[in-house]
């Protein structure tokens, strides 16, 4: 009886104690789901072989303190910059193309304004327009600054310099 006991307490523990995750949709339910409700919205724009990408999911993403806060404060969108399915944003339908060895979808490339790096996150206002793409693996410490800013709309009165300097980190 005593096993059960010990075995069920575990169980439980390890269901509590399960990390929690960004709670990533597609594109198309972040826009629908801002219509109902506005706040900003993360695009996460990752490949399947970009390196960098896989670190950022494992580390930055994983971070307890990050993921509460994103999905508090965002719609998290995780986008396949060589994705094959068809988006339609602004009454345009962006399509997956290929070019030679070259591939990636057009939307992606618009929000990087044709600069494919990985990862990228795009931050849009809660009106649905793009404020900024930030290009590059972001450590913990320098993505909570930058979420922030965004999230709190710091970014439409505070120069990020100021900003930077007056942050005062959660984690």
Not at 15 to 36: D, G, M, P, R, Y
Request: aromatic fraction near 16%; charge should be positive; charged fraction near 25%.
């Amino acid at each position: 009886m005593r096993n059960i006991f010990l075995v069920a307490v575990f169980m439980l523990t390890a269901i509590v104690t399960k990390a929690q995750e960004v709670n990533w949709i597609s594109f198309e339910e972040a826009l629908a789901l801002n219509k109902a409700n506005p706040k900003p919205i993360l695009v996460d724009l990752y490949t399947d072989w970009c390196g960098w990408c896989k670190r950022m999911d494992a580390t930055t993403y994983k971070n307890e303190v990050l993921v509460k806060y994103i999905n508090n404060n965002y719609y998290a969108v995780k986008m396949d910059g060589e994705g094959k399915k068809d988006i339609t944003y602004q009454g345009k339908t962006f399509k997956f193309v290929q070019q030679g060895r070259s591939k990636y979808h057009e939307l992606a490339a618009a929000i990087m304004k044709g600069k494919m790096s990985y990862p990228s996150t795009a931050f849009f206002n809660a009106e649905q327009q793009m404020i900024q793409v930030v290009p590059g693996y972001l450590k913990e410490e320098r993505f909570e600054k930058i979420l922030a800013y965004f999230a709190g709309e710091a970014y439409k009165s505070t120069p990020w310099p100021n900003f930077e300097k007056d942050f005062k980190s959660s984690l």
